[in-house]
């Protein structure tokens, strides 16, 4: 015949303990990792048409682009096209200037140097460009800190074809300046390539309200056209808050 059997009071507890020893120890579930909702992620890949890896970082930056609108991750993309040669036209040679010193300003702060493809992220991450593995570890690390600025933005097209981008901030802010960029893909590019070109470029200083206006560069149609906006605390250069403006 069989019997019950009843285990002592002590065995229970100690089962008891080590089931909840095996609960605490079980990797969280997905949502219980997910990342702040102000956490940003800006990649910046500065390429060139001179460099024969700069195709596999172009490439990169819009796998990269797709995979975070997929998962809904806030990763704002910028392709900043820099030429060591000298451009033909007044604006564009400008626009060089202005690409190729804020590569060195990042190479002065991170103790880097300067080359293409180099991808920076949250501007205190810089590898080469087409360097999956740092760009997704890097991604995946700026995306679990908490953004202290807030931002919100509004773009406008006026009839002069400026674009004129008004732009609130929340948060903490004592010594920030605020990037807003223009951004097109590149015209006939393929899916994956070329993507998030930077076309126009203003800097200014962070405050909770401002307007920025950007030149449109002639010939560049705006039907897919898009503004990111990011603050950088200005000593560190480090991002510290971004958003996107459709063009209305």
Avoid: W
């Amino acid at each position: 015949m069989l019997r019950d059997h009843v285990l002592p009071a002590s065995v229970v507890g100690f089962l008891l303990l080590c089931g909840l020893l095996v609960l605490a120890t079980r990797p969280a579930p997905p949502e219980a990792n997910a990342v702040e909702s102000s956490a940003v992620a800006v990649v910046e890949l500065f390429s060139s048409d001179t460099c024969l890896t700069c195709t596999p970082a172009d490439s990169l930056l819009g796998h990269l682009l797709d995979e975070a609108r997929r998962h809904d991750r806030a990763v704002y993309a910028l392709d900043f096209h820099v030429d060591y040669k000298q451009a033909s036209d007044a604006t564009q040679r400008e626009a060089q200037r202005r690409f190729v010193e804020r590569q060195r300003a990042y190479a002065r702060h991170l103790g880097d140097h300067v080359y293409t493809p180099q991808m920076v992220v949250n501007g205190t991450h810089a590898f080469v460009g087409s360097d999956d593995y740092r760009a997704r570890r890097s991604i995946g690390a700026v995306l679990r800190q908490q953004a202290p600025v807030q931002l919100d933005a509004r773009a406008t097209l006026r009839s002069d074809r400026s674009i004129l981008v008004d732009v609130g901030a929340a948060g903490t802010h004592a010594d920030a300046s605020l990037n807003v960029a223009l951004l097109a893909d590149a015209p006939g590019s393929a899916s994956s390539h070329h993507r998030n070109q930077v076309r126009s470029f203003a800097t200014v200083p962070l405050e909770e309200e401002m307007v920025v206006r950007l030149d449109v560069p002639d010939g560049l149609s705006l039907s897919e056209a898009r503004v990111i906006v990011y603050a950088q605390d200005a000593t560190t250069l480090a991002v510290i808050g971004a958003t996107r403006a459709a063009i209305e």
